[in-house]
Structure formats: structure tokens, C-alpha cells
């Protein structure tokens, strides 16, 4: 059984920029959702993906998208960076069959100067 | 909505010591709730949740929490810790399974 997958583990933007982060759910999920997680603090959910729409949203602007993909993998899409976009952003995916609790991935490290 | 609040910051321990983290929700609803640690330069691994049923929900590397209904809290224990606890753990709470809600999370560190 794989886990959740993402890269790049590292990136650095400059303020402005665009970005694209990556995720591969685990095997048999089909729900995925990514979380912002600033240094010393919690993760802050972003939104949720189930069957490839957009499922719920947190408290981010619309600068931040995603998409899921047939195969249950999921990008997260960052326009016009800001430095205090500057945090790891942890995809998550999990199954209504399991009934509770998501796989995390490593979290993709983005630095934004 | 729902919220969690972990009431200690930071927790150090000696090693083989017991350590407990308290951790109090806040919903209107029944929830879901889970235990996460977060090793240095790492993602989440999830500890132990509770869905319903039992009250105490025992978990890997030898954590268990109890789930009090009344006081909405659901803190985390362990007997005897290693250095190899040291690191950032969080609880967190959902509504059907939805988003997951995150405390501000408890550092741990484990002193020889």
C-alpha cells in the first residue's frame, strides 16, 4: 500500500510568481485535501477535493485553486505569491469507506522571497 | 464551527516519565477526534482517533486517549516516554469526517 506522495519537498519563488504543487493520494482514496501550515503554528485547511470537484474551502483567497484527477491525484495551483504564502503545504487524501482520519503526505516546503 | 484549543505549549519530560497533553474542543455537534505527531522536517502521522464507541482509544507507540464528553476534552497520554517522542503533536477535531480542525499544537521534549 503507497502513502500520500508530493512534490517538490523544496521551493523557493520570488514574491509575484506563480506555483503548482503536486500530490498522489494513497491507494483507494478518494478524497483529498490540502492544509497550509505556517512555521510554529497548526495546519490551516485550504480545501477539499471528493470525485474530482471541489468539495469545501477554507479561509483563502481565490488566488489559491486545485484540481483533482481521475486517478485521485491533486495539484494545488498559487498565483501571485506573497511572502506570507512562505509555509508547507501538507496534501492529505482519505476514503468515506474507512470512515475517519486522512494520510498525510511530507509536505512540500515553499519559501517565497 | 468547530475549535480546538492544546493548553500546554510546550512539555518537557524526562525520559521513562509519564507525559500527558490536554487538549479541549469546542463544537455544536458530534465530532471526530485525532492525535497527530510531527516529527522535524516532516508531514502528520496520525496517533489514534476516536469515531464513537469506547471512550479510551489506545494508539501506536504505546499513546491513549480518553474521550470526555462532558468536559470536551480528549487528552493524550503515555506512561513512559523516549527520547524518540520528542517532537510536535496536535489534536484535531472534524464533523463527518469533513475538514480537520488543528490545535496550535503541544511541543514535547523528552530529556535524558
Known amino acids: 500500500e503507497t502513502g500520500v506522495t508530493q512534490s517538490p519537498t523544496h521551493l523557493i519563488k520570488t514574491r509575484g510568481q506563480q506555483v503548482t504543487l503536486r500530490c498522489s493520494s494513497q491507494?483507494?482514496?478518494?478524497?483529498v485535501s490540502w492544509y497550509q501550515q505556517a512555521l510554529g503554528q497548526g495546519p490551516q485547511f485550504i480545501f477539499q477535493?471528493?470525485?474530482?470537484?471541489?468539495?469545501g474551502r477554507g479561509n483563502f483567497p481565490p488566488r489559491f485553486s486545485g484540481l483533482q484527477f481521475p486517478n485521485y491525484s491533486s495539484e494545488l495551483n498559487v498565483n501571485a505569491l506573497e511572502l506570507d504564502d512562505s509555509a508547507l503545504y501538507l496534501c492529505?487524501?482519505?476514503?468515506?469507506?474507512?470512515?475517519?482520519?486522512?494520510?498525510f503526505g511530507s509536505g512540500t516546503r515553499l519559501t517565497v522571497v | 464551527a468547530q475549535s480546538v484549543t492544546q493548553l500546554d505549549s510546550q512539555v518537557p519530560v524526562f525520559e521513562e516519565a509519564p507525559v500527558e497533553l490536554r487538549c479541549n474542543y469546542s463544537?455544536?455537534?458530534?465530532?471526530?477526534l485525532f492525535w497527530y505527531v510531527q516529527y522535524p522536517n516532516q508531514g502528520l502521522q496520525l496517533l489514534l482517533k476516536?469515531?464513537?464507541?469506547?471512550?479510551l482509544v489506545k494508539g501506536i507507540n504505546g499513546f491513549e486517549a480518553e474521550f470526555n464528553k462532558s468536559q470536551t476534552s480528549f487528552h493524550l497520554r503515555k506512561p513512559s516516554v523516549h527520547i524518540s517522542d520528542t517532537a510536535e503533536y496536535f489534536c484535531?477535531?472534524?464533523?463527518?469526517?469533513?475538514?480537520?480542525?488543528f490545535g496550535a499544537g503541544t511541543t514535547v521534549t523528552v530529556r535524558a
Open positions: 492529505a487524501s482519505s476514503s468515506y469507506k474507512e470512515g475517519g482520519g486522512y494520510t
Open positions: 491507494s483507494g482514496h478518494n478524497t
Open positions: 477535493y471528493y470525485r474530482e470537484e471541489e468539495n
Open positions: 463544537s455544536s455537534v458530534s465530532v471526530y
Open positions: 476516536y469515531l464513537s464507541g469506547s471512550t
Open positions: 484535531a477535531v472534524s464533523v463527518n469526517d469533513y475538514k480537520l480542525s
